[in-house]
């Protein structure tokens, strides 16, 4: 047996007709999350040519993008933005009830962000192939899944047929040597790596995270880490399972039970490059060396540590971004004031980041110049949260802590910046206007995004967390 | 879907490097439940003012932007999310291809299911095409070249199977739904 990559192994069981010259492979799909915003069109094709769903029961919807995060009135109705969402949103229960599809729906105990939610029920396995209509389907690779976003005319495609239409990506192997410092997380950590290959760097492959600092994260950090794959231009990202994702998995709803489960293990412990495959590229990364980052560009690419300073632009495109975030070349980051917090999205939502944040806001106030919006990734990460008493802690902060959604990411539901306004944000995306016309992103992770809350400033969030480092 | 041989139309060029989908069709116009008449929304935040009004500095504002259906783009066009909608926004305002030295993965796949062909070509042939704005281009897929005014021309690559359905108007889904004795064989054997 020639030696094989991760990804090899996952392509390869998956091929239901290989390619060829003509034809690019059929693959087909073990999982097929939707949502509201990019099945509609989806569903009417299938209606137009009067196919069913094939496997309705390997396909799960949710509500994420459009939604509410502020809680429904004492009726029961939830505040829509404006009556297209609350049209969208019922137009994917019409579907879901009409193709026979499980709908975790708004204020259903499962509703999440449909990439929080996959894990959490264990819906999401080592060795499967996941699809969404939606990029950050990559964060579903860091359980070893070959996760990809796809359109809606590829929505369509599964729905009917349970299989996609692939050429084979090139394989990238992202090694993260060493051990990362006590206050870098997992968002410092990729926005080093795609600072390092570029916004388009991973265009045409799949990457596999691979490396000590890798094996050492909790799967909620490999599943930040896998989450920006795509802000690389990644087809999908990918990291071997190993003990820690057994550990995750183990007892969730559906994951396997008793010697279902042992039997999955074992196959699962297959899933890893073996000694001696060749990826198509390679880069090594030193952890020791990233500290917190922060972007200050308008795309994920344009990051700095946070202690430096916004570095020359080198092209047009570097100028128009910098003319944009109105920030000076050779303008310190950390002081710079901010108006706006949001600590959620799929990349930043679930309970660590949480415990994080509240690590860094427990016994502060929330800076009188910033309003700050705490949005839980699922109900059950909500509920868990206030189990745990970091409710409590974000609401005396005086943060808003809304319900679970997408809500400020991608700003489609009312929660967003106004013009010019300028927002630290742990979310995946700071392109111009992402989070609301004319509003300025820097992206973060939690502790650096709570830090800027309660000082009202960007700030080494590790000089409020007790954590020893050197500055640069 | 309309079959793509030949075009031959004028382009606009959009230098800028990285144009995200997010700036091809805003996320607050992706609240539709159809694809109709997206492409008065693309590229919104920079084709209107705050109040509406029509920034005249920018390219589709300006009289050569009327029938141009070849977009010069900077290179890495169409990062970001996996929206449909932003080749339906294209299609929609008239686009039938779009060139730049890269093209982001999902978009391409995307573009090529709804008639608009990606190209992607050499750097020094590009910067001769945005120097060229407004020149009319003929592109031939037949032959995978694209050619200018004064017939300086490049062989392009495309995927064969979407260029086989491109050429001939097919929906690559009637390709899928040929392989049902395939897939059902493949669940027979390992799927639970």
């Given at each position: 047996m020639p030696a094989t990559t991760l990804f090899e192994k996952v392509w390869e069981a998956?091929?239901?007709?290989?390619?060829?010259?003509?034809?690019?492979?059929?693959?087909?799909?073990?999982l097929h999350l939707i949502h509201e915003v990019t099945s509609p069109q989806a569903f009417d094709e299938l209606r137009k040519r009067g196919l069913k769903v094939r496997r309705p029961d390997k396909t799960v919807a949710t509500m994420d993008h459009s939604t509410p995060t502020l809680?429904?009135?004492?009726?029961?109705?939830?505040?829509?933005?404006?009556?297209l969402a609350a049209k969208q949103v019922k137009k994917l229960e019409d579907n879901c009830a009409e193709f026979g599809i499980t709908l975790h729906?708004?204020?259903?105990?499962?509703?999440?962000?449909?990439?929080?939610?996959?894990?959490?029920?264990?819906?999401?396995?080592?060795?499967?192939?996941?699809?969404?209509?939606?990029?950050?389907?990559?964060?579903?690779?860091?359980?070893?899944?070959?996760?990809?976003?796809?359109?809606?005319?590829?929505?369509?495609?599964?729905?009917?047929?349970?299989?996609?239409?692939?050429?084979?990506?090139k394989t990238f192997a992202i090694n993260v040597e060493g051990a990362l410092q006590p206050g870098v997380g997992a968002k410092d950590l990729v926005l080093a790596v795609i600072n390092k290959i570029g916004v388009g760097?991973?265009?045409?492959?799949?990457?596999?995270?691979?490396?000590?600092?890798?094996?050492?994260?909790?799967?909620?950090?490999?599943?930040?880490?896998?989450?920006?794959?795509?802000?690389?231009?990644?087809?999908?990202?990918?990291?071997?399972?190993?003990?820690?994702?057994?550990?995750?998995?183990?007892?969730?709803?559906?994951?396997?039970?008793?010697e279902a489960w042992d039997k999955a293990v074992a196959r699962w412990k297959t899933l890893r490059t073996d000694e001696g495959a060749v990826f198509d590229r390679e880069v090594t990364i030193d952890a020791s060396q990233v500290e917190p980052r922060i972007t200050y560009g308008t795309n994920p690419e344009m990051s700095v540590g946070v202690s430096e300073t916004v570095p020359q632009p080198n092209t047009r495109s570097d100028e128009r971004a910098l003319a944009y975030m109105g920030?000076?070349?050779?303008?310190?980051?950390?002081?710079?004031?901010?108006?706006?917090?949001?600590?959620?999205?799929?990349?930043?939502?679930?309970?660590?980041d949480l415990r994080?944040?509240?690590?860094?806001?427990?016994?502060?106030?929330?800076?009188?110049?910033?309003?700050?919006?705490?949005?839980p990734g699922s109900r059950?990460?909500?509920?868990?949260?206030?189990?745990?008493?970091?409710?409590?802690?974000?609401?005396?902060?005086?943060?808003?802590w809304r319900e679970p959604g997408c809500s400020m990411c991608i700003a489609m539901n009312g929660d967003q910046l106004q013009p010019g306004e300028l927002a630290v944000s742990t979310s995946n995306r700071n392109f111009e206007g992402r989070q609301g016309t004319g509003g300025r992103t820097l992206l973060a992770g939690p502790a650096t995004a709570a830090a800027a809350a309660v000082t009202g400033m960007i700030t080494d969030a590790r000089s409020l967390q007790g954590v020893e480092y050197a500055t640069v | 879907m309309q079959p793509f041989k030949i075009l031959r139309s004028r382009s606009v060029s959009m230098p800028s490097e990285n144009i995200d989908t997010d700036q091809i069709i805003p996320a607050r116009f992706l609240k539709v439940t159809d694809k109709k008449g997206l492409g008065e929304k693309a590229f919104y935040d920079w084709r209107y003012d705050k109040d509406g009004r029509p920034r005249t500095d920018f390219v589709l504002n300006t009289p050569r932007a009327l029938g141009a259906g070849i977009l010069v783009a900077g290179d890495n066009f169409g990062c970001g999310s996996s929206r449909e909608h932003a080749p339906w926004a294209l299609v929609d305002f008239g686009f039938r291809a779009v060139v730049s030295t890269s093209i982001a993965d999902i978009f391409r796949n995307n573009a090529l299911k709804n008639g608009l062909l990606p190209i992607v070509v050499d750097p020094q042939f590009h910067t001769r095409l945005l120097k060229g704005a407004g020149e009319e281009l003929e592109i031939n897929l037949w032959a995978r070249t694209i050619k200018t005014?004064?017939?300086?021309?490049?062989?392009?690559?495309?995927?064969?199977?979407?260029?086989?359905?491109?050429?001939?108007g097919m929906d690559q889904l009637d390709f899928l739904l040929g392989q049902d004795a395939q897939i059902q064989a493949y669940e027979q054997e390992y799927v639970v």
């Open positions: 998956h091929q239901v007709t290989p390619e060829t010259e003509d034809t690019p492979a059929v693959l087909y799909i073990d809680p429904p009135d004492e009726r029961g109705n939830w505040p829509f933005i404006d009556q729906a708004l204020g259903g105990p499962h509703q999440g962000i449909v990439h929080v939610i996959g894990p959490e029920l264990g819906l999401t396995q080592p060795g499967s192939t996941i699809v969404c209509g939606d990029s950050h389907t990559s964060t579903h690779g860091a359980f070893g899944a070959l996760a990809h976003g796809i359109g809606t005319s590829e929505v369509g495609h599964v729905l009917a047929t349970q299989c996609l239409l692939q050429r084979k990506p760097g991973g265009t045409g492959h799949v990457l596999e995270f691979r490396g000590e600092a890798i094996r050492a994260l909790s799967m909620e950090a490999r599943m930040t880490v896998c989450n920006m794959a795509i802000e690389a231009g990644a087809r999908a990202g990918m990291i071997a399972p190993d003990e820690t994702t057994f550990a995750y998995l183990k007892d969730r709803e559906h994951a396997p039970k008793g920030l000076e070349a050779g303008e310190r980051m950390q002081g710079k004031k901010v108006d706006v917090v949001f600590i959620g999205s799929c990349t930043n939502s679930r309970i660590e994080e944040a509240a690590g860094v806001m427990h016994g502060r106030k929330v800076a009188e110049n910033v309003r700050a919006l705490i949005v059950s990460i909500k509920e868990q949260a206030e189990a745990e008493g970091l409710g409590d802690i974000f609401r005396e902060a005086g943060a808003q | 005014e004064d017939c300086e021309s490049r062989e392009f690559e495309v995927e064969p199977f979407a260029r086989y359905c491109l050429m001939n």
